[in-house]
């Protein structure tokens, strides 16, 4: 009996951490598409606020290849102090990237969405499709909101 107490004690906090963790990984759904003007090549976001009480303030984009390791540019101007509302979506076009040249390279560059407090959500778009945890975190999130139960983030 007192083995399953220390057990208990020690299992609850540990499971509120893990679904305070996973609800704060998947507050925030980033989903893009490329899109040009002639030769000025621009993301056009979907971004997501799936959290009930939280409101972020948009940061900057971070326009990566090769998995972070080569920086093409920050675009601190396009996103900056724009409010993502609970459970709001909004719809925005950033300024063209400079570095790229041509649509046969939008699939190779990386995506991520900062905060203004730093968290970085990467994106989901041409060529950077949620894989592994990622997608089965959002997966587990999307069927618990169908089923009606509620989470609180």
Do not use: H
């Not at 290849?65 to 540019?73: A, H, P, T, V, Y």
């Not at 459970?87 to 990237?97: C, F, H, R, S």
């Not at 699939?107 to 894989?131: C, D, H, M, S």
Request: hydrophobic share 40%; net charge positive; aromatic share 14%.
């Amino acid at each position: 009996m007192k083995l399953w107490a220390i057990v208990s004690a020690g299992l609850i906090p540990a499971s509120a951490f893990a679904f305070r963790w996973f609800l704060l990984k998947t507050d925030v759904f980033v989903g893009y598409v490329w899109k040009w003007q002639g030769t000025n090549f621009y993301p056009s976001f979907d971004i997501r606020n799936l959290s009930r009480s939280k409101t972020y303030m948009l940061g900057n984009i971070a326009y990566t290849r090769s998995s972070g390791k080569e920086i093409l540019i920050y675009d601190n101007k396009s996103l900056w102090g724009q409010e993502l509302k609970p459970g709001t979506i909004i719809y925005l076009e950033a300024a063209p990237v400079a570095r790229i040249t041509s649509i046969g390279e939008c699939p190779k560059v990386e995506v991520a969405i900062r905060l203004q407090n730093g968290r970085e959500f990467k994106g989901q778009g041409p060529g950077q499709l949620y894989t592994g945890m990622r997608k089965i975190a959002f997966t587990l999130r999307q069927r618990i909101e169908k089923a009606s139960l509620p989470l609180a983030s």
